[in-house]
């Protein structure tokens, strides 16, 4: 959820929206949120256009947050892979992008 949020920081990102992209639903996102927001890694504000809705930004913690385990990731990915060959990494690699290719949209809340 940080990461997405840090890669749209430069928009106004709904609730909604950060659902469909991360493929979660809007009750899912919003018990998500609170738990972030209470721990200042996230922030919410109402849309003055329309009050039902909130946007979502990540918070200068949340972005400090990212940059230490981004840090620590290559490290942590190399730990879990050890036991496999590079030509193995390379497979698994591509069975999983071809898996998050295959992800079924979820569907629309309003439905």
């Not at 659902?19 to 996102?29: A, C, M, T």
């Not at 497979?91 to 309003?110: C, G, H, S, V």
């Amino acid at each position: 959820m940080l990461t997405v949020l840090n890669r749209l920081r430069g928009e106004q990102i709904t609730q909604r929206r950060l659902g469909k992209e991360l493929y979660v639903s809007f009750p899912n996102v919003t018990v998500m949120l609170s738990r972030l927001e209470k721990v200042s890694l996230v922030e919410r504000t109402v849309n003055a256009a329309d009050r039902r809705e909130r946007f979502v930004k990540i918070t200068r913690q949340g972005r400090m947050l990212l940059k230490r385990i981004w840090e620590v990731q290559p490290d942590k990915l190399e730990q879990v892979t050890v036991g496999l060959t590079d030509n193995e990494r390379l497979e698994l690699a591509r069975l999983l992008n071809k898996m998050i290719d295959q992800q079924i949209p979820p569907p629309d809340e309003d439905s």
